[in-house]
């Protein structure tokens, strides 16, 4: 059972409960809706989240976009139930997540961190994590997705080289693309990128960008990202200011009004 707790000025949120139900996810649809959430880590604390509302279809690729500390991540770490929501809902497939048992939930979501945690194992095993009992041309198919094959070809252990303790022996673009091939092997029909390419060069993130290309429609994608490259792609981005959602469309749809993302576009290739 997944636990967690939120601190913030000495104050604790307390345990997620699981106390949902068991759902059949394989007919659910992947669909994410927030609705009127606010959020704050403590009782006395500012609202991190103020009425966030916002949809994800199923088979879209969504971006969260926002300066750092805007609450892009916590609408993450939400929606898997890190912590729970103070008010308003979220809801994948209309079921609200706090009625579904934890391990139905994380069923549906595959998830790549800004910060990858490696075990000090092979790199089979770091990338079967997510499904132990994966063939060997299942894993080379992801890792080609994740565009990590031919590093890990090229090393002289291959397949069964040591990643380190937190994945030391691996750079950080590295470690970021083992987690991705994971995430993949996993096949949830949710997948969640947040900030999974930042430690990428521009090349191999536009090679993860096409591969998410051929994954939209598939899956149902929910991206945090800063780069401009990664925004481009997504179907609808989802504008966040200090907790709040300001815009959301299509970067082509938010370049044709002032607004708070043209001030961020601006910031970022100044």
């Given amino acids: 059972m997944l636990s967690a707790y939120g601190k913030n000025r000495g104050g604790l949120k307390p345990i997620v409960k ?6 059949t996810t394989e007919k659910l649809s992947p669909e994410i809706e927030f609705s009127h959430v606010n959020f ?5 604390g500012a609202d991190i989240l103020k009425d966030v509302s916002f949809k994800v279809n199923a088979g879209e690729v969504v971006a969260l976009v ?12 939400l929606l898997n139930r890190l912590w729970d929501v103070d008010e308003g809902s979220i809801r994948i497939g209309g079921i609200d997540v706090k009625d579904m048992k934890l391990h139905n939930l994380h069923d549906l979501t595959s998830v790549v961190l800004q910060e990858v945690y490696l075990f000090n194992a092979t790199i ?7 499904k132990p009992d994966a063939m060997l041309m299942e894993v080379v198919e992801v890792a080609k997705m994740a565009r990590i094959h031919d590093f890990i070809e090229s090393l002289p252990q291959g397949y069964d080289t040591v990643t380190g303790e937190r994945g030391v022996q691996m750079s950080g673009g590295q470690r970021q693309r083992i987690a991705i091939a994971r995430a993949l092997l996993k096949d949830s029909p949710i997948l969640i990128l947040d900030e999974a390419v930042s430690n990428l060069d521009t090349k191999t993130d536009m090679e993860i960008q096409d591969t998410i290309r051929h994954l939209a429609h598939k899956k149902t994608i929910l991206m945090v990202a800063h780069r401009l490259s990664t925004i481009m792609e997504a179907d609808r981005l989802i504008v966040i200011r200090n907790g709040k959602v300001v815009q959301t469309g299509s970067h082509t749809q938010l370049l044709t009004k002032d607004g708070y993302y043209m001030e961020l576009i601006a910031a970022q290739l100044s």
């Fill in 40 to 44: 704050k880590y403590d009782e006395v």
């Fill in 124 to 130: 089979m095993d770091n990338i079967r994590l997510s």
């Fill in 18 to 23: 699981d106390e949902g139900n068991t759902i």
């Fill in 66 to 77: 926002g300066e750092s500390s805007a609450g892009k991540t916590i609408c993450i770490s």
